[in-house]
């Protein structure tokens, strides 16, 4: 199993009871992170997700993931966290969300002379992402872009 398949499987599974506990399913990623492999279920809802949610949900996935179906995954540490407030933000639901937020745009090489750029979320098409940064808008492309947060500002 591919680990996007994996993240789709564990989607599927984990949303109905998501959904249950009244928190919204933010993302699952299946990654390998410093030698280890990281399955990370991120959830959220509205006001506050606390460690109650991660621990309800992290035990209903549990059961699942010994079924003979992820048999062929290597040793994994199973994460259920909440999104954060700087949160990253993946699908279009996420842009459409936190549209005139302030968001970080960081890239894989420099654009402009920068690898990270904050600014006025604008828009989202097809992975492009156009912010306003000081006046001036700007379009940036998918092939381009990391990762993209929302910004914090203390």
């Not at 919204?24 to 006001?47: H, P, S």
């Not at 259920?80 to 639901?93: D, F, H, I, Y």
């Not at 937020?101 to 992975?127: A, M």
Request: hydrophobic letters at 35%; a negative charge; glycine letters at 8%.
């Amino acid at each position: 199993m591919t680990a996007k398949e994996v993240c789709k499987r564990v989607w599927d599974i984990s949303e109905p009871f998501a959904k249950e506990l009244g928190v919204t399913l933010w993302d699952v990623t299946f990654e390998k992170e410093g030698g280890q492999y990281m399955l990370t279920i991120t959830i959220d809802r509205a006001g506050h997700t606390d460690i109650d949610d991660c621990e309800k949900l992290s035990r209903y996935v549990d059961p699942f993931l010994d079924e003979k179906e992820f048999a062929s995954l290597p040793p994994y540490t199973l994460c259920v966290s909440s999104a954060g407030l700087t949160r990253r933000l993946k699908r279009p639901e996420h842009f459409e969300a936190f549209m005139g937020s302030e968001v970080e745009i960081k890239f894989y090489r420099p654009v402009n002379g920068s690898k990270v750029v904050t600014g006025i979320l604008k828009g989202y098409d097809e992975g492009c992402v156009t912010l306003e940064e000081e006046g001036t808008v700007t379009v940036y492309e998918p092939n381009d872009i990391a990762a993209v947060r929302l910004s914090v500002t203390v």
